[in-house]
């Protein structure tokens, strides 16, 4: 596949089975920012058929992501800009409905989206986060096709949130949303109620010369709470912080890495098969994957599954199972090259031993 006729950024990439064949389908957004290219999966880790979605009116794209807006068990998507959000609904057969624009708000110009159900209504919400503004926006889901305006909550005065993620983090059945503050050098967790509002923030201090950028959340320590993993951008570390079930993270491990452009991406999956979650990196010069390998106790060991001999900018990676045989993988997406890395991961249970792999460039 040859995407060089498209230009996008690493979070302008989203999966789901949009077409009800149970496989994963890619979405990202053209150069003119005025289309949606939608390509099939074809269950083996590679795409096929495409659908072109027109966007027509909203113009300037910065996110897209996916939820189900209308509890029809299909799976929809809703596009950012810096003043619209935008929901296109699936029809379950690769096809989506007219475009829904909403209004942001001038609080809420976002630098990073996630998608959850806030208040137990089985109506996919939707959350931004505004480094202008330096705070976090609800938009909840009602039932007439709209959203409530939003509900505003306040990261701190300079922080500069940049990114967010969604667990329950103090185990009451309510998801919660943790933010990273890059200026404040902390993370900072806001408890949800359960209606979709949230408690004033907590934060978690991460370490003196961090930036904390992008976040990824799993249960590293064995200890069934959700921990935190960072990444920091200036320093290149990668910060493990253990939750305790309250809303409250303290530091257990830091790694460095050969990163010495821009912070790296990070993602969460199991990719030696043995039940313990590890967490992949994407590098810039070099660029490549690096997998911390979790023990279960909250200890890693480091390997590099990719590094072609290619310098570049920016890399971002997700975690699927992209040809079904239940196999962790990793894509990679250049944003400079226009290149789509797969890693179909063939690791036949070999617990912390070398992570074998197959790569499969798509160009």
Known sequence: ??????????????????????????????????????????????????????MKSFKFLSYIDVGDFNNDNRSDL????????????????????????????????????????????????????????????????????NFSSPFIFSTGQNSEPQSLIVSDFNGDGHLDIVV??????????????????????????????????????????????????????????????????????????????????????????DFNCDGHLDIAIGTTDPYGVDVLLGYGDGHFDTQTIFRPETVDENIWIAVHDFNGDTYQDIIAIDDHLNTIDILLNICECCTHEILKKSNSSLQ
């Open 180 to 269: 990273s503050n890059n200026n404040a050098v902390n993370v900072g967790v806001f408890v949800g109620c359960g209606n979709g509002t949230f408690e004033v923030q907590k934060q978690s201090f991460t370490f003196y010369g961090s930036n904390p950028t992008n976040l990824a959340v799993g249960d590293f320590d064995g200890d069934t709470y959700p921990d935190v993993v960072t990444s920091n951008i200036g320093d290149n570390v990668i910060c493990v912080l253990s939750g305790y079930n309250n809303g409250i993270f303290n530091i257990s491990q830091k790694f460095s890495i050969k990163s010495v452009l821009t912070a790296s991406s990070v993602t969460v999956g």
């Open 1 to 54: 596949m040859n995407i060089s006729d498209f230009d996008y950024t690493p979070r302008g990439f989203v999966f789901a089975d949009f077409n009800d064949d149970n496989r994963l389908d890619l979405v990202f957004y053209s150069k003119s920012y005025t289309t949606l290219n939608l390509l099939f999966g074809n269950g083996n880790g590679s795409f096929g058929a495409e659908n072109i979605i027109p």
């Open 78 to 145: 809703v596009l950012v800009n810096d003043t619209h959000l935008g929901v296109f609904f699936g029809n379950g057969n690769g096809v989506f409905g007219a475009l829904i624009r909403f209004e942001l708000g001038k609080e809420c110009t976002p630098v990073d989206i996630t998608v959850a159900d806030f208040n137990h209504d089985n109506y996919s919400d939707i959350a931004v986060v505004s480094a202008d503004s330096n705070n976090i926006c609800v938009f909840l889901r009602k039932s007439n096709d």
